[in-house]
């Protein structure tokens, strides 16, 4: 599942995910302990976040481990979000609640395979996908506005899966904090 | 490899194409690099002899050459093994090109003219004995490329009946840098990517340059004020208006035969959509409605019908629709995906960017008789963009060698390909200019 994630932001993700679960998000925001109760209706839905006691400031953008994570990959072909970025999720979303100014431009990208145009509308798709999570957990639509740049905005321009890989991404990006 | 009638020029073709790869033609970055795949039998022997009298810098019979040779429908033994060096026709003797094995014969030569030149020249047809043409072209010195591509166009025309492409310019983006730092320039060369100009400078992506059907303005996409918008710009003058700044996706734009209206992909309802606006009264009309990616709309030679990008049936295929609203249907059933058609002129021939894997060529669709005929027109491994010349005889399309993109024309029928010499960066996304005017 995971090979095309990108191997730095592979470990980051379960070191978010790891520290989600064990003392929250954020050092500074003091959180109750996870209550990882199992969904007893047995639906499929997303791990509800752990409720928090504190709330986010513009500071935690730059120090918490889970928010200085802007990065969200996907697979070939893919607007599906994949289960380890539902942490960042969770905690960006959670920075949206706790900040009704702050906005959000999400920036979504395709890798340089297949036509520029289409690939315009796959950035967009991952871009909408990003949104409609965070808003799912409580972000509003106004906080949030999609912009694809399809394959134009290329981080790495190797002709390889790796590379690729590091290419399909929605970057979330502050404009308001 | 049927070559019977060999020179040492169509020597060196022959090995360049024995050798062909990809990689063979980026080893030979310098000069003139043709790829002859499967052989050009059938191309036509025309001896271009070198101009007289004073051409200033251009080597005129050498830009002929060589366009007549892209086109693949030609080719010309090296002007060092020519035993004779006629101008003008007192001094053609026919049985030294019958010996030849030549079928045409092009002379000419120049006088300076004011600041410019007048150039004079003649084509032949050997067997018969006749003189096809005789006529004369007055420039300025800094036009001397263009009057031997219209040099081109007409001996072209006189011995194909079909109008030749040469003397037209190829629209293409470039960019330098990485992420944030991404430089981007709109770029107008001419169509053998010789006079390359900036038209647009900017920090931010452009991308889907299109034509005006006067060859006058450029319809493109930029990033600029933080989001994608339609552009139209004049390339003469560079005066230039947004057309579009909806929120979400503005692309694809697409000139309309007559010039009228452009066609284009809005994601403003939630998802790309096909629309047409009124360049007049730029009244906008919604022409795909549904879940899924319509773009890259292109016209039918009559304006009667749009075909376009869609992944409504799940990946991307080619599909066409009324100009004037209506149902879809799919028009492309070979390979897994399909974008960024373009169309011949006669409409009979469509081209994508066709993909399999992670191989992407440029396919193309020949359906002048009853069903598809497909073929492959580029090696890949990730080409795409395909612009169908004016004329329909050759088209451009982008490739990438190794980090950078680079453009290739290539003939219809697939036979000859070559890389065009363009100055630094990652090239891509070609648009083919209509024919000029005079």
């Not at chain 1, 990882?36 to 791990?47: L, M, S, Y």
């Not at chain 1, 953008?61 to 942490?87: G, H, I, M, N, S």
């Not at chain 2, 093994?81 to 030849?100: D, I």
Request: net charge positive; aromatic share 8%; with cysteine.
């Amino acid at each position: 599942m995971a090979v095309s994630i990108p191997h730095i932001a592979r470990v980051l993700t379960v070191a978010a995910l790891a520290s989600a679960v064990a003392v929250g998000c954020s050092k500074k925001v003091k959180e109750t302990p996870p209550v990882q109760t199992p969904v007893d209706t047995g639906a499929t839905t997303a791990p509800v976040e752990p409720p928090r006691s504190g709330v986010y400031t513009p500071a935690d953008l730059d120090t918490d481990a889970c928010l200085r994570q802007r990065v969200v990959y996907f697979d070939l072909d893919k607007d599906a979000l994949k289960p380890e970025f539902q942490a960042i999720i969770n905690c960006h979303a959670k920075y949206l609640r706790d900040r009704p100014s702050a906005r959000l431009r999400l920036e979504g990208n395709a890798d340089e395979r297949g036509s520029r145009e289409y690939n315009m509308g796959l950035g967009e798709r991952r871009g909408n996908a990003v949104s409609a999570a965070l808003q799912a957990n409580g972000g509003s639509p106004t906080q949030l506005t999609v912009i694809s740049y399809g394959e134009e905005r290329p981080v790495c321009t190797e002709h390889n899966e790796d590379c690729w890989s590091k290419n399909r991404r929605v970057e979330l990006i502050y404009t308001d904090k | 490899m049927s070559a019977s009638r060999r020179r040492p020029a169509r020597l060196a073709l022959l090995l360049c194409a024995l050798a062909f790869s990809p990689l063979a033609a980026l080893a030979q970055s310098k000069g003139l690099e043709i790829d002859i795949v499967g052989g050009n039998a059938s191309a036509l022997p025309i001896a271009v002899v070198p101009f007289g009298g004073d051409c200033g810098q251009t080597d005129v019979a050498g830009v002929v050459r060589a366009d007549l040779s892209r086109s693949g429908q030609f080719r010309s033994p090296d002007p060092a093994t020519l035993p004779e060096r006629p101008t003008q026709g007192s001094e053609v003797a026919y049985p030294t090109w019958r010996m030849l094995k030549q079928d045409f014969l092009l002379v000419g030569r120049c006088v300076p003219n004011g600041d410019g030149y007048r150039t004079e020249y003649e084509l032949f047809d050997v067997a018969k004995q006749q003189r096809l043409l005789g006529l004369a072209l007055i420039a300025p010195a800094a036009a001397m490329r263009d009057v031997a591509h219209q040099i081109s166009d007409a001996v072209y025309e006189k011995i194909l009946g079909v109008p030749g492409a040469f003397w037209t310019r190829i629209a293409y983006v470039t960019s330098s840098g990485l992420g944030r730092n991404t430089r981007y320039a709109l770029m107008v060369a001419d169509a053998d990517g010789y006079n390359p100009r900036a038209v647009v400078n900017s920090t931010e992506p452009l991308l889907s340059p299109a034509w005006s059907p006067d060859g006058r303005k450029l319809a493109y996409v930029s990033f600029e004020g933080g989001n994608s918008g339609i552009w139209i710009q004049d390339v003469a003058t560079g005066s230039r208006e947004r057309i579009t700044r909806f929120r979400g996706i503005n692309g694809a734009p697409s000139f309309s035969p007559d010039g009228t209206r452009l066609a284009m992909s809005l994601s403003k309802g939630g998802n790309p959509d096909i629309y047409v606006m009124d360049l007049v009264s730029r009244h906008l009309t919604q022409l795909t409605n549904q879940y899924g990616i319509d773009t890259e709309p292109v016209w039918s030679a009559d304006g009667s019908t749009l075909y376009f990008t869609s992944d409504r049936g799940g990946r991307p295929q080619i599909y066409q629709m009324p100009a004037s609203g209506g149902s879809a249907s799919r028009v492309t059933f070979e390979g897994s995906y399909n974008a960024s058609p373009t169309l011949s002129p006669d409409g009979k021939k469509l081209a994508t960017a066709q993909g399999a894997g992670n191989v992407y060529r440029i396919a193309l669709m020949d359906r002048s008789t009853g069903s598809p005929r497909w073929s492959m027109l580029s090696p890949g491994s990730l080409d795409e963009s395909p612009s169908f010349a004016p004329n329909g005889a050759m088209l451009v399309y982008a490739a990438r060698e190794g980090s950078r993109g680079v453009l290739y024309t290539v003939s219809a029928d697939g036979r000859v390909r070559q890389r065009l010499e363009l100055a630094g960066g990652d090239v891509r996304e070609p648009a083919w200019s209509p024919l000029r005017k005079r």
